[in-house]
């Protein structure tokens, strides 16, 4: 069952079919769209009949609305129509079984995620490593983790289990001692080296410190410029409980789903933006477990619920192309072309729906014929790999609805059980930019399969929307033709009245608007999480050092020798304002480079290309990156806008190499 409830119907607003589409929709088969092979599969079903409404609903939309909503709600329902149609003929359907955690269970996984499981249970005995992490986190992410430790913590006193649990608050004190207790010029290093800093119990984390400059929050949203920019040096919940308290955002309120959508920019940061993908693997593990608890404190803040959940272990194909998972899928296709990861069959759906031109009227739309929909699945799933099925006989329309067939029938959402109904609570928050905010964080919290899977998908869409002119595809209309294809799920077992359908169809497609008008923005990693990831990798070199000093000692190495030859180690032959590059891959190998208020990462990679020759010099911009490597990151691709000198200023211990990124 899914999130529609069980009645009998939609109301909707002067809702009515359109002749002309549906005539051409006629055309193409009857009984609507994608039909589906007789093999069992974990799609996300329309159980309840969706009926046309001949009266309007029993609340007040604007008038001057109407004729928007009669026009892109029909496209929605209409596809809602269209999906349930092509499930009529679907026999022994598998669906999704969604556990309903214990009292407890819920908080206990949500700490395991965020990487603090040993703050409760038998491995509790050493918090170190959870008190480098908890120090780095902001005022409202500790109430997060707090909240959550104090609800484990007194479960598992019901259950009569003696693990130890620490009050996060016993945690942060012995923090702030061993902070007071260490030798002077500790913490301004600190500062020194661009990490968080939180100014005074009230306001911690409402200012952030960036080498030698202060980043204050956003101003108040009726300032114009905060409409269009979006803070990324700032948490996020930390923004929403400062605008929270403050009474004049009150008024802010989101003016519904149908107010038009701002424009929202990526702002300039002269560090460089970080995009996921850019980042290491063990920092953008960390950055998960930052984004996790960034999350849940957004929507505390905000007082909007938030449950993940699971979904029980159930058997799925291990092989074929529709309702089989992600995972699955990208193994038997690894053993085809190494190096994938977006599956094979999705690719080539998307590629013959461009071949027959993104101008075609009604794409996306306009459904398949519903019984040649069925027997392009039964012949794919037999011949695709072979490489004997003829692509030259699928009709556009047909592969467009099988492109929406492969994602509505994956045995798991494509935005994944754990994290669905975060997205379909998007709609909840208060701000178009608070929304912005905590589908920026989903995303990052997505697995990797998935995730790449939604940017193909999202990068699609958008190419369709910009020939807008020819097909009659504008973004509204796109996100309403494919939101029910990407948020059905029928395990939430939800009830509710027509009102609240109406208005879930209109959250969810103004989600997947949002998805798709500001991918780019979507794909950055904030700054304040690289930054508290930037303070963790600082405070454990910190020990990492402690630890080999004691060491050295202990085998009665000179301790006074090793001491200067750490502090020389990234200096010794570079004198100071220059950094050396090195492009062991290129035939320059090494350059000392004169750093400049106005030098980029691209200017240093344009003169190591200018000196190449031979096989080299066919080299082109984009197929080498400069990176930052060490000190208080593990490794991060630099974007060509970074300026290096502010990036130096934050990370002096870095080396700065040239290379291919990892396929």
């Given at each position: 069952m899914n999130w529609l409830s069980s009645s009998q119907g939609v109301v909707l607003t002067a809702y009515h079919h359109s002749s002309k589409d549906r005539a051409v929709g006629e055309s193409h088969g009857q009984g609507g769209e994608e039909a589906a092979s007789s093999h069992k599969c974990g799609q996300y079903a329309?159980?309840?009949?969706?009926?046309?409404?001949?009266?309007?609903?029993?609340?007040?939309?604007?008038?001057?609305?109407?004729?928007?909503?009669?026009?892109?709600?029909?496209?929605?329902?209409?596809?809602?129509?269209?999906?349930?149609?092509?499930?009529?003929?679907?026999?022994?359907?598998?669906?999704?079984?969604?556990?309903?955690?214990?009292?407890?269970?819920?908080?206990?996984?949500?700490?395991?995620?965020?990487?603090?499981?040993?703050?409760?249970?038998?491995s509790a005995g050493d918090p170190h490593e959870s008190m480098v992490f908890l120090s780095t986190l902001t005022r409202t992410q500790v109430a997060a983790v707090q909240k959550r430790v104090e609800t484990v913590s007194q479960t598992l006193r019901k259950k009569n289990k003696q693990h130890h649990i620490p009050d996060v608050r016993d945690i942060f004190a012995q923090q702030t001692d061993s902070k007071e207790k260490a030798p002077d010029g500790t913490e301004s290093q600190s500062v020194r080296t661009n990490e968080n800093k939180y100014q005074g119990k009230d306001d911690q984390a409402s200012s952030l410190v960036v080498g030698e400059k202060e980043l204050t929050p956003l101003v108040p949203e009726e300032a114009p410029a905060s409409e269009t920019d979006i803070n990324l040096e700032v948490s996020f919940a930390e923004q929403a409980a400062n605008q929270k308290e403050n009474s004049t955002d009150r008024t802010q309120k989101s003016k519904g789903n149908d107010a038009p959508l701002p424009s929202f920019r990526l702002p300039k940061d002269k560090t460089g933006t970080t995009r996921i993908g850019d980042l290491a693997p063990q920092d953008m593990k960390k950055v998960c477990c930052l984004a996790h608890i960034e999350l849940a404190a957004l929507y505390d803040v905000l007082g909007i619920e938030l449950k993940q959940q699971k979904a029980v272990k159930i058997k799925t194909k291990d092989s074929g192309l529709f309702c089989v998972p992600l995972t699955v899928l990208l193994e038997q296709d690894q053993r085809k072309a190494p190096g994938t990861r977006i599956p094979l069959i999705f690719q080539k759906l998307i590629s013959r729906i461009e071949e027959g031109g993104l101008e075609t009227e009604g794409l996306l739309r306009i459904p398949g014929a519903a019984n040649r929909i069925k027997?392009?699945?039964?012949?794919?799933?037999?011949?695709?790999?072979?490489?004997?099925?003829?692509?030259?006989s699928v009709k556009q329309h047909d592969a467009a609805s099988l492109l929406k067939l492969f994602v509505r029938e994956l045995p798991q959402p494509l935005l994944s059980v754990e994290y669905l109904k975060a997205f379909q609570a998007v709609q909840n928050l208060s701000t178009k930019k608070q929304q912005l905010q905590a589908l920026n964080l989903l995303v990052i919290l997505l697995p990797d399969a998935n995730r790449d899977t939604l940017k193909a998908l999202l990068e699609f869409l958008q190419r369709v929307i910009d020939n807008k002119e020819k097909n009659k595809m504008t973004l509204r209309n796109v996100a309403m033709v494919m939101a029910p294809n990407l948020f059905m799920c029928h395990g939430l077992g939800l009830k509710s009245s027509e009102q609240r359908e109406f208005v879930m169809a209109a959250g969810t497609a103004n989600t997947m608007h949002l998805l798709i008008k500001n991918q780019k923005l979507l794909w950055t990693i904030p700054k304040f999480l690289v930054n508290q990831v930037r303070k963790q990798n600082t405070e454990n070199l910190k020990k990492d050092k402690k630890t080999m000093k004691k060491l050295l000692k202990k085998m009665a190495y000179d301790r006074e020798k090793y001491e200067k030859q750490d502090k020389s180690t990234n200096d010794a032959d570079v004198p100071q304002g220059v950094i050396r590059v090195q492009a062991p891959h290129l035939s320059k190998v090494s350059m000392a480079i004169q750093l400049t208020e106005e030098l980029k990462a691209s200017d240093v990679l344009a003169r190591f290309l200018s000196q190449e020759s031979g096989i080299a010099q066919t080299l082109k911009k984009g197929e080498v990156f400069?990176?930052?490597?060490?000190?208080?990151?593990?490794?991060?691709?630099?974007?060509?806008?970074?300026?290096?000198?502010?990036?130096?200023?934050?990370?002096?211990n870095a080396e700065w190499v040239i290379k291919s990124k990892p396929s």
């Open positions: 329309m159980t309840q009949e969706i009926t046309k409404a001949k009266e309007k609903p029993p609340f007040d939309r604007s008038s001057s609305q109407d004729s928007v909503d009669e026009l892109s709600m029909e496209d929605y329902f209409t596809e809602l129509e269209n999906i349930k149609k092509s499930s009529e003929n679907r026999q022994d359907q598998e669906l999704v079984v969604v556990k309903e955690p214990d009292e407890g269970e819920l908080e206990e996984e949500w700490l395991k995620e965020a990487g603090l499981s040993n703050l409760f249970g038998e027997n392009l699945c039964q012949e794919l799933e037999a011949k695709f790999y072979e490489g004997t099925f003829n692509w030259e400069l990176y930052e490597i060490g000190g208080n990151i593990g490794e991060r691709c630099l974007d060509d806008n970074t300026y290096m000198k502010d990036l130096y200023e934050l990370n002096p």
